[in-house]
């Protein structure tokens, strides 16, 4: 397989077009990597999470699946990936505990670049220890997607740098490299992956480090952890989280004052952003109804120790940015 989608390629848009799709690939798979072992880094995100599924079905157990929980993952995150893959596709699935390794490296790191690189850099190494503990590994298998081809200096390249030691170059398997994002979805779904997991909103690499501003503390890491939970629960509830393109909460590195049952508080705000794009380079804020907002802003305060102020950033990009660092 090239890197060019053949202008004749049918655009995969149900479920007979998937299946199709999924017997090709095996067919493929298992002709490139015969009875080898398969590493694949399993971030629990659509495209990997995908690619984990079409090698389950091609090679089973020659699949060795990574999951590393940096810390910086959504609320339930780590345990649907076990729970999906391990228990319920039983793969062959590595699950890696580094989140104190990760926020001890990113103790009093409040530059955003380098916090990025911190987190990418740590990954990389974590993800290199753990192939080196295995044996047999010839390939290497990857949720590239086609738009990462086309816009090489896109989005996704553009922010997650870094990569394996040339010793540890393996072959790689991209099953789903000509497939665009709304494909890849199909694909999934035909692969019996939950709707959770294939409908998901975009992701960034370093997770949850973004959004928690400044140099990351533990107590506010998890205020921005609960606070997304929230956010994200009465967005499902009201209709909005297959509509809306991307929806978090960002917990910045001040207090302010407020007032609760014993008198003045002093404590964290959280922000709420909520927009929309076609690629990610603008971008729109939703309109989301007041009503939904001061619910929310009820949840968030009354729910979660620590928070006395919700604000909604209503800041396209361009000016702003999506995310806050
Ligand atoms: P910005 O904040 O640049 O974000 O407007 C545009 C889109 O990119 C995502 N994003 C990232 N994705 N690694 C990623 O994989 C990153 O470091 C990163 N930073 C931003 C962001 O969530 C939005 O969808």
Not at 140 to 149: H, K, N, R, V
Request: charged share 30%; aromatic share 6%; glycine share 8%.
């Amino acid at each position: 397989m090239g890197n060019k989608r053949p202008d004749d390629m049918e655009r995969i848009t149900n479920e007979a077009l998937a299946k199709a799709f999924i017997d090709e690939q095996i067919k493929e798979i298992k002709a490139q990597v015969g009875d080898k072992k398969v590493l694949l880094a399993l971030s629990g995100g659509v495209d990997s999470s995908v690619v984990a599924a079409l090698l389950i079905k091609a090679i089973g157990k020659n699949l060795v699946c990574v999951h590393v929980n940096h810390g910086l993952l959504r609320k339930g995150e780590p345990e649907q990936v076990i729970e999906v893959f391990r228990n319920q596709m039983d793969a062959n699935l590595i699950y890696v505990d580094a989140v104190d390794r990760f926020l001890d490296k990113l103790a009093g790191v409040s530059d955003p670049e380098k916090k990025r690189k911190i987190i990418g850099a740590e990954f990389i190494r974590v993800f290199e220890e753990e192939a080196r503990k295995l044996e047999g590994i010839e390939f290497l298998a990857q949720g590239t997607i086609y738009p990462d081809i086309l816009e090489s200096d896109g989005v996704k390249s553009h922010h997650n740098v870094g990569g394996l030691p040339d010793d540890l170059k393996f072959e790689l398997v991209e099953p789903v490299k000509l497939l665009f994002k709304d494909e890849v979805r199909v694909v999934g779904k035909a692969l019996g992956l939950p709707d959770k997991m294939v409908y998901r909103q975009p992701f960034p690499g370093p997770g949850l480090g973004v959004r928690c501003l400044g140099a990351i503390t533990r107590d506010r890491l998890e205020l921005v952890r609960e606070s997304d939970a929230i956010l994200r629960d009465e967005f499902a509830k009201n209709g909005l989280a297959g509509k809306v393109w991307q929806y978090f909460t960002v917990v910045p590195d001040f207090k302010s004052v407020g007032v609760g049952e014993n008198g003045r508080t002093f404590a964290y705000p959280v922000i709420i952003r909520a927009v929309n794009t076609v690629d990610a380079m603008t971008a729109t804020v939703e309109n989301v109804p007041f009503e939904l907002l001061q619910k929310i802003t009820e949840r968030i305060t009354h729910e979660i120790k620590g928070v006395n102020r919700v604000l909604f950033d209503i800041t396209p990009k361009p000016v702003a940015t999506i995310e806050w660092e």
